[in-house]
Every structure is written in C-alpha cells, then in structure tokens.
C-alpha cells in the first residue's frame, strides 16, 4: 500500500514566515489527494492507496463521499489516514481563530468516525438494482438516512455513493498519546508509528492490542507499521556512503521549521542551548506522542532546541530508525524487527526521491522474497482481503 500525508498550510509557525519552507521545500508544496489517488488508482491494478484527510477541518459528509468514490474506482483499494490537524497555521486557512486543543480534537474526531460510518453505512449492499426492464435503479428501502446527531457534528445522509467494494476504507492511523492510543485502539486498522528500538514499537503494539479487545475488537483487526528508512546499496561501502552523503543534506534551521508545525509553537523565540520552560512545554498543543519521545530520550523534562533537534530527528536520518547496509544486511534488519513481534509490517519512508524506493524494490524485495517475508502476487479481491482485514458489517 501507498499512502500520501497531508498539511493543510506550509510552516510558517517558525518566525511567523513561510520563507524558510518555501526558499528551501520543507514541506511548501502539498497538492490536493482526490486528483493524486484517483491518477494512481488509474495506473496500477494492486496497490493498496492511502490519502490523508482531517476530521477537524473538513464534514463527515464531503470525507465519506470522498472514500467512498475513491474506493469505487480503484475497486476497494482505498484507504483513509485520519488526523486532527495539527496547528493554527491551519486553522487560519479555515477561517478559525486557532486550533483545537488536543483531547478535544479526538472528541471531534470520535464523533466524525461514527457520523461517517454512518453515512457509508446509510446504503445496504445489494441496494443498487439497475434494472432496465423494471425501470428501476435501486430499491429505496435498502437506503436510509444516516440522522446522525453529536455534541460537536451532525450529518443527515443518505451518502450520494453506494456502498463500496470495502464497506468502509482502509482506516490509517498514527495516535501515540494517551488519548491517540484511545482512539487508534477504536477505529485503526493499519497504525503508523515513530518508534527507534523494536522493544518500544512491540510494547505499543501490545498495549493496542489489549485496548482493541477492552473495546470489544478483535486484536488482529489492528495492525502496527512503524515508520523506517532503508538506505541500501551493493556493497557496504557504497551503503555507508550513500547514508553519509543524505546525512549531510539536513539543515538544522529546517529541523526547527518543521518542529515549530508539528507542536504548534515558534522555536524561533529561543536560543539553541536554553531550556525550555514548564510554561513553555505545556503550551505546545500538536503531536502529544512526539513531545512525550523529545523528553523521554533526552531525559530532560525541559530540553533544549538542540534537544530537540537530536531527539525528534526531524528532518534528518534519526527521525526513523534506519536499516542500512547491502540487500541482505537490510533484510537481517528488517526481519528482526518483524520476527519479535515487535510489528506487522513496516511504512517505508523515501530519503530521497527518486531512487529510495526503487533501491528497495529492485536490491531488498527479491532478499525478502527469497526469506518468505515479502509476498511474490497480490491476493484477489479488495485491499482488505489483502491485509487480512474483515469487511465491515452494516452499524
């Protein structure tokens, strides 16, 4: 599967100004998905395709339609990566004052679930009948109004889409807070995350798994990815100086512009070296999971820029871990993590682009391959067939 993020606004929490994002490309240029998946949708007939959409700025009604299409004409291969925005830079673009604070967006985001669910729900299978004899397109009462009502959303339905090839897309999801954890372990089925040690990727996968069952799931509907890097190359010397080469391209002031987006706050205000105040650490209101890791790595429940920099690996090789060396060594890698549980599967991140994914699908995929580890055909039918995930029933 491929799946695209999204920002709603360039960074421009760091100094109030986009300039450094636009000069220098961190993260200036973000083109609508719809277009982006439906073209890739067209040009391949397996590939599993993941767009990203926020249950904070957008309707339940306009992200249903919009999956529900999408899942159409790719013929159920599509997959939702649900986020709740991250900053005010996008809520200005919306025309909101400032963003949510964060539990609160996940309330928002839990009611924008069950209102979408019911909408792609407001169809049966079997609904549309398209018979010409009878004159009669579908049978209106295998369609209902979905007549959802919540504190923050409301969404009367029926959805303008049939049901589609999957029921629901594919639900992508990256919560590592307290509250993240919570709502991954309700709605995700394919959970993205930031790990650096398989022990830390295993003990979250476990803990989602115990809080799938407590809310009545099945643990083998959630399936974990950690985000990797894979820096591959003939030899260990060409691997070794390929990774030094890309190493070298990081620019710390753009790790600070993309830290400024995630936490919602302007590291431009301090110097390199000071400690960042507990007033100063509580008003970051973005990535709740990415804070906790700063702080946890670093041992200091007040670090420095440069702390962060080190520890976030924004915008550099450290934010993944990295799995670097000839075909075979990657694979070692690779398997180590999977064979301890420690994940289902992995998200793999380019580099550079291009030539990081075509590395990896020309040197490592016939390694794994030939370990049993990589599949060699896809499975018939939908992209939930394909990662073993049920068809969900009508709610």
Same mark, same amino acid.
């Given at each position: 599967?491929?799946?695209?993020?999204?920002?709603?606004?360039?960074?421009?929490?760091?100094?109030?100004?986009?300039?450094?994002?636009?000069?220098?490309?961190?993260?200036?240029?973000?083109?609508?998905?719809?277009?982006?998946?439906?073209?890739?949708?067209?040009?391949?007939?397996?590939?599993?395709?993941?767009?990203?959409?926020?249950?904070?700025?957008?309707?339940?009604?306009?992200?249903?339609?919009?999956?529900?299409?999408?899942?159409?004409?790719?013929?159920?291969?599509?997959?939702?990566?649900?986020?709740?925005?991250?900053?005010?830079?996008?809520?200005?673009?919306?025309?909101?004052?400032?963003?949510?604070?964060?539990?609160?967006?996940?309330?928002?985001?839990?009611?924008?679930?069950?209102?979408?669910?019911?909408?792609?729900?407001?169809?049966?299978?079997?609904?549309?009948?398209?018979?010409?004899?009878?004159?009669?397109?579908?049978?209106?009462?295998?369609?209902?109004?979905?007549?959802?009502?919540?504190?923050?959303?409301?969404?009367?339905?029926?959805?303008?889409?049939?049901?589609?090839?999957?029921?629901?897309?594919?639900?992508?999801?990256?919560?590592?807070?307290?509250?993240?954890?919570? #709502?991954?372990?309700?709605? +995700?089925?394919?959970?993205?995350?930031? &790990? %650096? @040690?398989?022990? $830390?990727?295993? =003990?979250?996968?476990?803990?989602?798994?115990?809080?799938?069952?407590?809310?009545?799931?099945?643990?083998?509907?959630?399936?974990?990815?950690?985000?990797?890097?894979?820096?591959?190359?003939?030899?260990?010397?060409?691997?070794?100086?390929?990774?030094?080469?890309?190493?070298?391209?990081?620019?710390?002031?753009?790790?600070?512009?993309?830290?400024?987006?995630?936490?919602?706050?302007?590291?431009?205000?301090?110097?390199?070296?000071?400690?960042?105040?507990?007033?100063?650490?509580?008003?970051?209101?973005?990535?709740?999971?990415?804070?906790?890791?700063?702080?946890?790595?670093?041992?200091?429940?007040?670090?420095?820029?440069?702390? #962060?920099?080190?520890?976030? +690996?924004?915008?550099?090789?450290?934010? &993944? %871990? @990295?799995?670097? $060396?000839?075909? =075979?060594?990657?694979?070692?890698?690779?398997?180590?993590?999977?064979?301890?549980?420690?994940?289902?599967?992995?998200?793999?991140?380019?580099?550079?682009?291009?030539?990081?994914?075509?590395?990896?699908?020309?040197?490592?995929?016939?390694?794994?391959?030939?370990?049993?580890?990589?599949?060699?055909?896809?499975?018939?039918?939908?992209?939930?067939?394909?990662?073993?995930?049920?068809?969900?029933?009508?709610?």
């Amino acid at each position: 599967m491929a799946f695209i993020d999204d920002r709603l606004a360039m960074p421009s929490r760091y100094g109030d100004s986009y300039a450094e994002a636009v000069e220098h490309g961190v993260r200036a240029v973000k083109l609508d998905l719809v277009p982006v998946i439906t073209a890739m949708g067209l040009a391949t007939s397996h590939l599993g395709l993941g767009a990203t959409y926020s249950t904070t700025y957008y309707s339940p009604f306009h992200v249903a339609r919009v999956f529900a299409s999408l899942d159409h004409f790719t013929s159920g291969r599509a997959a939702w990566n649900v986020v709740t925005s991250l900053n005010d830079s996008e809520a200005h673009n919306f025309g909101v004052s400032e963003h949510l604070e964060h539990d609160d967006r996940y309330d928002m985001a839990d009611e924008f679930m069950d209102a979408a669910g019911a909408l792609w729900d407001s169809w049966d299978d079997g609904a549309v009948i398209a018979d010409r004899d009878e004159e009669r397109f579908a049978d209106s009462s295998k369609v209902r109004r979905a007549d959802y009502e919540g504190q923050h959303l409301s969404s009367r339905g029926p959805l303008t889409v049939p049901r589609s090839p999957q029921g629901h897309p594919v639900i992508i999801q990256a919560g590592q807070s307290g509250r993240g954890r919570q #709502f991954a372990a309700r709605w +995700g089925e394919m959970l993205f995350v930031i &790990f %650096p @040690t398989p022990e $830390g990727c295993k =003990a979250y996968r476990d803990d989602l798994r115990a809080r799938a069952v407590a809310v009545g799931r099945d643990p083998n509907s959630i399936k974990v990815a950690p985000a990797v890097y894979a820096v591959v190359g003939e030899t260990e010397q060409e691997a070794a100086d390929k990774l030094a080469y890309i190493d070298g391209l990081a620019r710390p002031v753009d790790s600070l512009a993309l830290l400024s987006e995630v936490f919602n706050y302007d590291f431009a205000q301090h110097l390199p070296d000071e400690p960042l105040s507990d007033e100063v650490m509580a008003s970051m209101t973005g990535l709740r999971g990415f804070l906790d890791r700063v702080i946890q790595l670093s041992g200091n429940p007040n670090p420095s820029l440069n702390d #962060f920099i080190k520890w976030s +690996g924004r915008g550099t090789l450290r934010e &993944f %871990p @990295t799995f670097n $060396g000839t075909p =075979a060594q990657v694979a070692d890698q690779m398997e180590a993590w999977f064979g301890s549980e420690s994940c289902d599967g992995f998200v793999l991140a380019a580099t550079h682009m291009p030539g990081a994914y075509e590395d990896f699908a020309h040197l490592v995929v016939p390694e794994l391959q030939r370990r049993g580890l990589f599949r060699r055909e896809y499975v018939p039918g939908t992209l939930r067939d394909n990662l073993g995930l049920a068809r969900p029933m009508r709610m």
